[in-house]
């Protein structure tokens, strides 16, 4: 995308005076019949889009192949959940006293999407408590419990927003599953436990539940 020919809507959009622009432009960009350009920048931004277009396609074969995923109808309650084409989500993996993700790694991580992980829960686990309030430690405990999936997805592939909802998808229907946490099962004086997405979230328990401990009965 090259810088428009205006030089005063270069100087707008960089915040920047006429003087300070023109000098730029005139030592680092090439001016062509589209705008000014800049060599370096081009091929970044085509290695960006065929890298993203490279993503979407294995994102697509790995989700709509004859095996890409299986449906929890195909699988036993207690089995932990796991992207087809990765291994399980292990207790360490969601260890929350991790040190950050290096600067490359975490590049690969899409944005938590809170609303759209938020609406999952809601549709698949429809007798469970509503969110009402989203407040900062209840947003804190879904970041990290996003990144810590979405890392372990990005372990052999590069990997979108798309993919990381499609294994929240399969989360929420693997806890629907379990007749604790969805309050079928009574406790000896009568009442029977039902989780909400804070506890789900919660570093322990959300581990648990991968692992299958609350899918026994």
Known sequence: MPLHNDCEISVFAMRSDEETVHLILRHFFVLQEDGWRHNRCDKEIADFHGKKEKAANSANARWNGANAMRTHTERNADAPIFDANHKPITN????????????????????????????????????????????????????????????????????????????????FQHVGKSKFLTGRVNSKDGRAFTADLEWILKPSNFAKIIEGKYHGT
């Open 92 to 171: 360490n993996q969601l260890n929350t006293n991790i040190c950050p993700p290096e600067g490359e790694l975490l590049a690969k991580i899409p944005d938590c999407q809170h609303s759209e992980v938020i609406s999952l829960y809601h549709q698949h686990l429809p007798t469970l408590r509503k969110v009402e309030v989203w407040n900062a430690a209840r947003q804190g405990y879904l970041r990290q419990r996003w990144r810590e999936v979405a890392e372990e997805l990005s372990k052999s592939t590069e990997i979108d927003s798309s993919d990381v909802l499609r294994w929240w998808c399969e989360f």
